[in-house]
């Protein structure tokens, strides 16, 4: 079993102690569902910083998914290893209007005036910015659910995926909208995760802006 075999088979320990399937993995960290059975097959290699998002969502430490016991009593500091998210970023709150115009971004978030403005832990293009949910066509009953005035944090640079997150731009309206995308032969979709709202294919009516990669409720 080679190192790239090692790490998927932790991954996929602490994934079924939690009782997760891989796609509901995926789903957490914001990525296609096949991504967590690649990496549990070794058939692609973890890095840092998906090993800090896999791990915030399994309750870990990501070196404990990157480096078995006897790997970590070789490093003389072991006592001190923390491996938690230091990086902290500031990003703007635009409205609708003003996402669905940040199709070019040409400037970092810093020179843009906002009133609002949230740190992340996440790794993000400095064009990021964030954006409050509006309506309940993503709140779900089960699952993954982001009620009315959630944040989610928009990346313009990160790659999507089928199953990815995304704030999207209607070319009739200006106004920007948060959906989940999903590829089916070929074909593209927007989808509420609430039941009661259509999907919307994806046929040259519209922009994805962004990949959501972070989320936070303000409860007061």
């Avoid at 509901?24 to 569902?33: N, P, V």
């Avoid at 928009?154 to 199953?163: I, L, Q, S, T, Y």
């Avoid at 927007?190 to 009661?196: G, H, I």
Wanted: with cysteine; aromatic share 8%.
């Amino acid at each position: 079993m080679n190192k790239k075999q090692e790490v998927g088979a932790r991954l996929k320990r602490f994934r079924e102690d939690k009782g997760m399937s891989q796609r509901s993995l995926a789903e957490k960290c914001g990525w296609g569902a096949s991504r967590i059975g690649n990496y549990e097959a070794g058939a692609r290699s973890i890095n840092l910083d998906d090993a800090e998002v896999i791990a915030k969502h399994l309750g870990i430490k990501p070196y404990q998914i990157l480096f078995d016991s006897e790997e970590l009593i070789e490093f003389a500091n072991v006592s001190k290893i923390d491996i938690q998210p230091s990086y902290k970023q500031q990003f703007p709150v635009l409205s609708s209007v003003q996402a669905g115009a940040w199709t070019e971004a040409v400037e970092p978030c810093s020179s843009i005036d906002a009133d609002e403005w949230y740190e992340t832990t996440e790794r993000t293009s400095k064009h990021s910015f964030w954006l409050r949910v509006q309506g309940d066509s993503m709140t779900s009953a089960t699952g993954l659910s982001f009620p009315e005035g959630t944040l989610v944090l928009v990346d313009p640079e990160r790659d999507f995926a089928n199953g990815s997150l995304v704030v999207a731009k209607l070319i009739d309206v200006n106004e920007a909208t948060f959906k989940k995308l999903v590829i089916d032969a070929g074909q593209k979709f927007l989808k509420p995760l609430n039941p009661s709202y259509p999907t919307l294919p994806i046929n040259g009516n519209c922009k994805i802006i962004g990949v959501v990669v972070d989320a936070k409720m303000k409860l007061f």
